[in-house]
T-cell receptor
Framework: DAKTTQPNSMESNEEEPVHLPCNHS???????IHWYRQLPSQGPEYVIH???SNVNNRMASLAIAEDRKSSTLILHRATLRDAAVYYC??????????????FGQGTTLQVKP | NAGVTQTPKFRVLKTGQSMTLLCAQD?????MYWYRQDPGMGLRLIHY???????AKGEVPDGYNVSRLKKQNFLLGLESAAPSQTSVYFC????????????FGPGTRLTVL
């Protein structure tokens, strides 16, 4: 399974944009890039996913490098409720796809008021 | 829709006791998963299922067994609990398309004394 690398922690001020980076240099052509976050004492929740193009949804934006070896999750205006651990995960799409998510350590985001 | 539910929410066992954790989903998903999360760590996959009647091993399957007799339910069994199995257990479900998100349950906090 292809691996991702994220910084252990980041800090942000409330109402400012946050850019969370992820490196995935061994990504294969058909792997999807997924982001999940885990709020304290809760199960992970889906944030966004993409394959090649940048993606936007109500929660965040995902910017994918042209060579797909890295991506950035963008929270446009961080709130205190965005303080969580953010996981960048590759989900394979080739035959035999099992939907497995391999979690790394993630990035712990602290949001300061 | 209740989404993914887990029973029980908390449990304390003595070493050597057995128990079964129940996961139920009402989204008609094909794929289901059991993860464990130790303090300060990301989630690790124990076992998973890609359809009713099928199961497969994940990253850390030793000491656990699973069954998927009905599409909506995925059971995780501990035959002889050990203190190393003290953890928070999460269940998740999804459909096969690689862009599909995984939906997670609220977790079961298990302590083995």
């Amino acid at each position: 399974d292809a691996k991702t690398t994220q910084p252990n922690s980041m800090e942000s001020n409330e109402e400012e944009p946050v850019h969370l980076p992820c490196n995935h240099s061994t990504i294969s052509g058909t792997d999807y890039i997924h982001w999940y976050r885990q709020l304290p004492s809760q199960g992970p929740e889906y944030v966004i996913h993409g394959l090649t193009s940048n993606v936007n949804n109500r929660m965040a934006s995902l910017a994918i490098a042209e060579d797909r070896k890295s991506s950035t999750l963008i929270l446009h205006r961080a709130t205190l409720r965005d303080a969580a651990v953010y996981y960048c995960i590759l989900r394979v799409s080739h035959s035999g796809n099992t939907g497995k998510l391999i979690f790394g350590q993630g990035t712990t985001l602290q949001v300061k008021p | 829709n209740a989404g993914v539910t887990q029973t029980p929410k908390f449990r304390v066992l003595k070493t050597g006791q057995s128990m079964t954790l129940l996961c139920a989903q009402d989204m008609n998903h094909e794929y289901m998963y059991w993860y464990r999360q130790d303090p300060g760590m990301g989630l690790r996959l124990i076992h998973y299922s890609v359809g009713e009647g099928t199961t497969a091993k994940g990253e850390v399957p030793d000491g656990y067994n699973v069954s998927r007799l009905k599409k909506q339910n995925f059971l995780l069994g501990l035959e002889s609990a050990a203190p190393s199995q003290t953890s928070v257990y999460f269940c998740a479900s999804t459909d096969p398309f690689p862009g599909d998100e995984q939906f997670f349950g609220p977790g079961t906090r298990l302590t083995v004394l």
